[in-house]
């Protein structure tokens, strides 16, 4: 094994991990501005969490047109008689175009104070943003010879991240609202925990497969690869804020800044390693 060095590039370039971070940001933001129409206590969100949500989607929707080949043909996504609805990159394209057109849709019954169809757009768009973490998920486990991507923890993997994420930047919005804070504290240290729950599984399961996932274990435990997702995605970004929430310096302000930042710093490092760790075998063999 080893004996031929074929050097291949990764279909899917780093781009993508970007595209990943801020479109599970979008979407949880977008989740906190719909709750606010049910639980007061997000209703300080309600406006400034929405705008963050479309800034970040617009930013996601750029960088997918930016790294295709001939950027103009996104532009038969809009052509139903072009797609084809067999393939998971069909069915994303549709979920990020109708996201965007409600959220507009949303804003605008906002600005006319509309109640009732923003609520009813709200329950729409937040249907639509849990579909975006689940297809990036999924667009994941549908390739099989992927053994770190290939597995149905992917899909449920984003939806956390996307939460603790989008609940890290929720609280550099919320100022000094306790009890938001509070509520966002808990969304921070249960998705957290989640994420680290399900990652401890996914190593467990690389560690322990085939040849291919023995491999791709080792690469992504070791050398600059592991220092990212070990170091910075695990340790730093993962593991640091759950502890740090959990003391009472984490229950003031101050300390859900720092967990926030670690939160956000390690969300990034875990999209970049999950999406470079997939593809890094078939780069040697």
Do not use: C
């Not at 709200?122 to 297809?135: E, F, K, T």
Request: charged share 10%.
């Amino acid at each position: 094994m080893g004996d031929y060095n074929i050097f291949h590039h990764m279909p899917w370039s780093s781009t993508y991990s970007i595209y990943f971070f801020v479109i599970g940001i979008s979407a949880a933001l977008f989740f906190f501005s719909s709750l606010s129409w049910f639980r007061q206590e997000f209703e300080p969100l309600r406006k400034s969490a929405f705008y963050a949500s479309f800034v970040l989607m617009a930013l996601g929707g750029l960088l997918l047109i930016g790294d295709l080949s001939k950027p103009l043909r996104f532009l038969n996504i809009l052509n139903p008689a072009y797609l084809n609805f067999t393939s998971p990159l069909a069915w994303g394209g549709l979920n990020l175009i109708s996201f965007g057109a409600v959220s507009v849709a949303y804003f605008w019954m906002m600005r006319k104070n509309d109640e009732t169809n923003s609520r009813r757009l709200a329950i729409v768009g937040a249907l639509l943003a849990l579909g975006l973490p689940i297809y990036t998920g999924f667009d994941l486990t549908v390739h099989q010879n992927r053994p770190v991507w290939n597995t149905p923890l992917m899909p449920i993997l984003f939806v956390a991240m996307s939460l603790v994420s989008g609940a890290a930047v929720a609280s550099f919005l919320a100022s000094r609202n306790e009890k938001l804070l509070g509520m966002l504290r808990q969304f921070m240290l249960w998705s957290a925990g989640a994420v680290g729950a399900m990652l401890v599984s996914l190593l467990g399961t690389t560690a322990y497969g085939g040849t291919g996932q023995e491999l791709t274990f080792m690469l992504m435990t070791s050398g600059t690869l592991g220092t990212i997702f070990i170091g910075v995605g695990i340790l730093l970004g993962t593991a640091a804020p759950i502890a740090l929430l959990l003391a009472p310096f984490g229950k003031q302000q101050q300390g859900m800044v720092i967990a926030a930042v670690l939160i956000l710093v390690g969300g990034m490092a875990l999209r970049y390693s999950i999406l470079v760790g997939g593809q890094i075998v078939q780069t040697y063999f």
